[in-house]
């Protein structure tokens, strides 16, 4: 006790570390957040002795001062911070999903420095709606006849859900019935929005009778859902978009499409599978379809409702409409980004994450030697550099099961394990975030951007420089 006694006494008083502190730092910092530095810094070391005195070291005056400074160097970077994707998985979720095109930052500036017609018809000078700035585009796109924009796909199901079968029943085949990142289940959602499930089919096998068979009075509502990254291969069957528009018909109820990723383009002719796009499941005639923003369609996040306008319309009324409603930022970049699928060849080149999913492996490696050679003229001995083929991924629910080749740069640590590797790359004032692979650190290079090469290049020399 003695000596716990003895050590407490030799921490430094808040007052005078933070007169010390304001001799030291140039730069006009608020004097709350150094007293808090101060406060949390000599707190720990108190927590120290209380919890160890026999293993505690006091530490010297410029030792506090170096304690202090690193603290608040930590505590004044921002919490969301831009990072190398070197993970090769184009739409990572964890990584902030799609990149905006250069056009679409434009538009954020503009809309963040100046004044905009958000709600404001210029035309005639009165109100307006905030919908009616992309409603158009997304029509024009997709072929449906009315369209709405929340702030995230899992909004979009919840909203259509609760405007068409609120104290109704809804059918969903039992095999559509997925759980997607965050715990976002298919039958949580429909218990929150008011509706009753009314499960239909197997696991593996839903056939057209199914949901015949299972329409009663009550029901108003057919609901196809994208199963996103699960995938059921073997003996299987589901009933089609068209098919249970034709039963809907027939008996004067709605269907509604959740796309998940949401495709706009056929991405088949560049050798990935063939997904349905947007475009295909609206020319069914189905009332609604949803489908993200910030996926496969390479913009903000956001949640997209398609469709008859009827259906549509309901929707828009839904007083719930209001609390998901999304922003000018989300709008500005949504528009610009919808406006370069008028032309495909355009939206392929210019949409950060359409151009990832369809560059040539050939160009990768291209891009991956860049940096080996820069890497290379460090000479550096304690690191075996060499490139070497990988798979990269798609990421954001979509395709799954599907790879896309491509080159990384791979590091065999020497004197450190890989494991250590990985953890300081992401750890870093500019976090690199790469994967471990047969115990390898590798950069796949789909993901990696032109301005990040340097970066990539001189985060690995500093690291193995002697």
């Known amino acids: 006790m003695e000596k716990k006694n003895a050590l407490l006494k030799t921490l430094p008083k808040i007052d005078d570390s933070i007169a010390m502190l304001r001799h030291e730092i140039t730069e006009d910092v608020p004097s709350s957040l150094i007293r808090k530095i101060v406060r949390k810094s000599v707190e720990q070391q108190r927590c120290s002795i209380l919890a160890n005195a026999d293993g505690y070291r006091s530490l010297s005056q410029s030792e506090w001062k170096e304690l202090f400074l690193r603290e608040l160097a930590e505590e004044r970077k921002t919490n969301l911070r831009r990072v190398i994707n070197g993970t090769g998985i184009v739409i990572h979720t964890n990584l902030g999903r799609s990149l905006l095109p250069p056009e679409a930052m434009e538009q954020l500036v503009q809309c963040s420095r100046h004044y905009s017609n958000l709600e404001f018809d210029l035309k005639s000078g009165k109100r307006g709606s905030r919908y009616s700035l992309v409603e158009e585009l997304l029509c024009d796109i997709t072929g449906a006849e009315a369209a709405l924009v929340v702030n995230n796909n899992a909004a979009a199901v919840f909203l259509v859900i609760e405007t068409l079968a609120c104290n109704r029943e809804a059918i969903v085949s039992r095999g559509e019935l997925v759980e997607i990142g965050g715990s976002f289940r298919i039958p949580d959602v429909m218990a929150k929005s008011g509706a009753t499930l009314v499960e239909v089919g197997a696991t593996n096998r839903t056939h057209y009778y199914d949901y015949e068979n299972a329409l009663t009075e009550n029901t108003s509502l057919l609901l196809k859902v994208h199963t996103s990254n699960f995938r059921m291969l073997g003996f299987t069957k589901e009933v089609s978009s068209q098919e249970l528009v034709t039963l809907a018909r027939q008996h004067n109820i709605a269907v509604m499409e959740d796309l998940g990723s949401g495709c706009l383009v056929d991405l088949s002719p560049y050798g990935l599978p063939q997904e349905r796009t947007v475009q295909e499941v609206v020319a069914t005639g189905i009332d609604v379809v949803t489908f993200s923003g910030d996926k496969l369609l390479g913009g903000p996040q956001a949640g997209v409702i398609v469709g008859r306008r009827k259906a ?98 791979q590091m065999t640590p020497i004197g450190v394990s890989v494991n250590r590797l990985e953890r300081d790359m992401r750890t870093r004032d500019l976090p690199l975030i790469g994967r471990i692979e047969n115990e390898h650190f590798i950069i796949d290079c789909r993901t990696v951007l032109e301005n990040d090469v340097n970066e990539i290049a001189t985060a690995v020399i500093e690291y193995f420089r002697p």
């Open 312 to 409: 549509i319309d309901r929707i828009k009324k839904n007083p719930l409409n209001r609390a998901l409603r999304i922003d000018k930022f989300t709008l500005a970049s949504l528009e610009s980004v919808l406006r370069m699928y008028y032309d495909i060849d355009q939206a392929l080149e210019k949409v950060p994450t359409l151009a990832m999913l369809v560059e040539k492996p050939a160009d990768i490696k291209k891009r991956a030697q860049r940096i080996l050679r820069k890497i290379k003229k460090a000479s550096l001995v304690n690191c075996n550099i060499s490139l070497a083929p990988t798979i990269s991924q798609t990421g954001g629910g979509a395709i799954p099961e599907y790879g896309l080749d491509s080159w990384a740069v």
